[in-house]
């Protein structure tokens, strides 16, 4: 039989959008740390739920990799065990004003 084509469209019932976003999201985070453990890449991602809620991944933590990006020539004060020894947890919740000092 195969596998079905079928019509996207946005989910309109929001008790199901929001379930919909947290499975998505929770395998969006997964699949980016598997990534970072076999390839040792250096990833943060930033996404925002239906209710325009931010939640954060990065590896080896999302502040560090956003400030290379943006500021590649400064060097970091934290050495890789101080990042490793932080308890940053998969998919934490931050404050909007981080958000927007990061887009600034």
């Known amino acids: ?16 959008l929001n379930a919909t976003f947290k499975k998505r999201r929770q395998c969006v985070f997964h699949k980016a740390d ?6 040792g890449a250096q990833i943060a991602i930033i996404v925002f739920s239906p209710a325009n809620n931010p939640s954060t991944f990065g590896h080896p933590w999302e502040d560090l990799v956003i400030d290379r990006y943006y500021y590649p020539s400064k060097e970091s004060t934290l050495n890789d065990t101080q990042i490793l020894d932080e ?13 927007e000092s990061w887009l600034d």
């Open 34 to 39: 598997e990534l970072c453990s076999k390839t």
């Open 1 to 16: 039989m195969g596998l079905k084509k079928i019509e996207i469209k946005k989910i309109s019932h929001k008790n199901a």
């Open 87 to 99: 308890n940053h947890g998969l998919g934490s919740v931050i404050d909007e004003e981080k958000v």
